[in-house]
């Protein structure tokens, strides 16, 4: 499990604050257990997704641009012939 905070500096500002070191640990363990890192998106998760959408931008935006060269030819053959 990657470990996402660091619990010794939590615990020390629970402690810090009050808390009874027994108090803190417990918070920082409960928080450990809790937190599921298997849903947390990463810098690098979310550059792989920036990457697939401009990919996916430029391959629509050239389809798009393909049918629309089509459209105009079409549309001007069939004016030609009217």
Do not use: C, R, W
Not at 22 to 45: P, Q, W
Not at 46 to 62: C, F, M, N, P, R
């Amino acid at each position: 499990m990657t470990q996402l905070f660091n619990t010794l500096e939590i615990m020390e500002i629970l402690v810090d604050s009050g808390l009874p070191k027994e108090h803190s640990k417990a918070i920082v363990t409960a928080m450990e257990k809790v937190v599921d890192t298997n849903t947390i998106a990463t810098k690098s998760d979310i550059s792989g997704l920036e990457k697939y959408i401009d990919h996916a931008i430029t391959k629509q935006t050239v389809v798009f641009g393909s049918v629309m060269l089509v459209g105009v030819g079409l549309i001007s053959a069939a004016i030609k012939f009217l």
